[in-house]
């Protein structure tokens, strides 16, 4: 049977398991909402750490915590945000919506942390607090928010990044395939003619503009609500804790957060977010409209189109020998299927902010850090394992531009 200890909070006494790091507020949060598989994302987590080290340094340089204790704070919370500790972070994403319980996992971690490295007072109790030190000058209601800006804008980097190498994969293969002249097709059927080049100039194009919509939406996100504690008024923090923080955090991390101009909206409100998960379907429409174009010129062969030959990574069938099946795009469409019911759930989580908080913070933490994994992923792998290998059917291609009717179209002005 696996050891305990007792730890306490304001609702008394609670048996925690003996080699955890967390405390009672984590331990209640962990019975009480046993609820599915999904975790809180590690990158809250640590985004949460940083503001917990960006807070401690501030607290000591205004005068407000004790410089031993803010040291020892910072130092726990450097360690968790450059990711040990991971498995002491076991809350479900279903919890409070405010995301309290998360943060105070990360502070009743960081408090444990810090009182190890101080040691412990005379009578055994710790010397750092999760609520009174780690959380001076904060709420959650601030700094869950803070943490999913946070996290999201750290998420993007290589998102685009993955962006980018797809866009590439893109541009080389529209150069490699300028001279080649195919049937173009309109209602999926046959058209006026296009080089297979400019098809792909095509989806290069549309990724482009679903890149310029992320890349837009991100200066919204760099706003962050740190310093409105409980409902946005600032109240019980020093008036230049939250500009402080902000600051912090943006020499630390290299990335230009601010306070936002309105902690009220930062805290009841989620639009920022919304407008950059709306570039992700954006995105994910994209990737789905291109990705079937590729499936419909490589389906066949024989009995398909059969314009491009996709790269046979795997076995297709598990009965019918030598069937190689369009993968690459199978999981990239469900990626953007999954990233599009996404956007709706962040949308109307999005519209739950009664009056001063909106209750609805770690689903849509969770499902925007979900749609960008996702995405970055589901690209880097589409254009490894498919776009790069892609080749032409150049016979193929030929014989079905010469059956087209749609030829004459170009000689009817001159008729």
């Not at 962050?224 to 008024?233: K, P, R």
């Not at 079937?292 to 059969?306: C, F, K, Q």
């Not at 996702?374 to 776009?387: G, I, Q």
Request: hydrophobic letters at 45%; a negative charge.
């Amino acid at each position: 049977m696996t050891s305990t200890r007792t730890e306490s909070d304001s609702f008394g006494q609670i048996e925690v398991p003996g080699d955890a790091l967390w405390g009672a507020q984590t331990e209640r949060s962990r019975r009480f909402f046993a609820i599915g598989q999904q975790r809180m994302p590690l990158a809250i987590v640590r985004a949460l750490a940083e503001i917990e080290r960006a807070a401690a340094e501030v607290n000591r340089d205004l005068g407000l915590l004790d410089p031993a204790k803010a040291d020892a704070i910072a130092a726990a919370a450097a360690r968790i945000a450059a990711g040990e500790f991971a498995d002491q972070f076991p809350l479900s994403v279903w919890q409070t919506g405010s995301g309290t319980q998360s943060n105070m996992n990360v502070n009743e971690v960081v408090a444990r942390l810090a009182s190890d490295a101080l040691g412990h007072e005379a009578s055994g109790a710790r010397r750092v607090h999760p609520n009174d030190d780690v959380n001076l000058g904060q709420s959650s209601n601030d700094v869950f928010p803070t943490a999913m800006h946070m996290a999201a804008v750290q998420a993007a980097a290589p998102l685009l990044a993955a962006l980018a190498r797809l866009r590439g994969a893109m541009q080389t293969q529209a150069a490699e395939f300028a001279e080649i002249i195919k049937v173009g097709r309109t209602h999926l059927q046959d058209a006026t003619p296009v080089t297979l080049g400019q098809e792909f100039g095509g989806y290069d194009a549309q990724l482009g503009l679903a890149e310029a919509g992320i890349r837009r939406a991100l200066p919204d996100v760099h706003a962050l609500a740190i310093g409105g504690t409980a409902v946005g008024t600032g109240l019980n923090t020093h008036r230049e804790f939250g500009p402080r923080v902000a600051a912090t955090l943006a020499a630390r991390l290299n990335a230009p957060f601010v306070v936002a101009g309105n902690l009220f909206a930062a805290m009841a409100g989620h639009e920022p977010l919304v407008g950059l998960h709306g570039a992700l379907r954006t995105l994910a429409g994209a990737l789905n409209k291109i990705a079937n174009d590729i499936r419909l010129m490589g389906s066949g062969p024989r009995a398909g189109l059969g314009e491009l030959r996709l790269p046979a990574n795997e076995p297709g069938s598990s009965i019918m020998p030598g069937k190689v099946n369009p993968t690459q795009v199978e999981a990239l469409t469900m990626v953007c299927t999954q990233v599009m019911g996404h956007d709706v759930a962040i949308g109307m989580a999005a519209s739950q902010g009664q009056f001063e908080l909106n209750v609805f913070k770690p689903l849509i933490a969770y499902d925007l850090l979900d749609s960008m994994v996702l995405l970055e992923d589901a690209m880097t792998s589409f254009a490894t394992h498919c776009v790069e290998g892609l080749e032409v059917d150049a016979g193929r291609v030929q014989d079905l531009l010469n059956r087209s009717l749609m030829l004459v179209t170009a000689l009817a002005p001159h008729i």
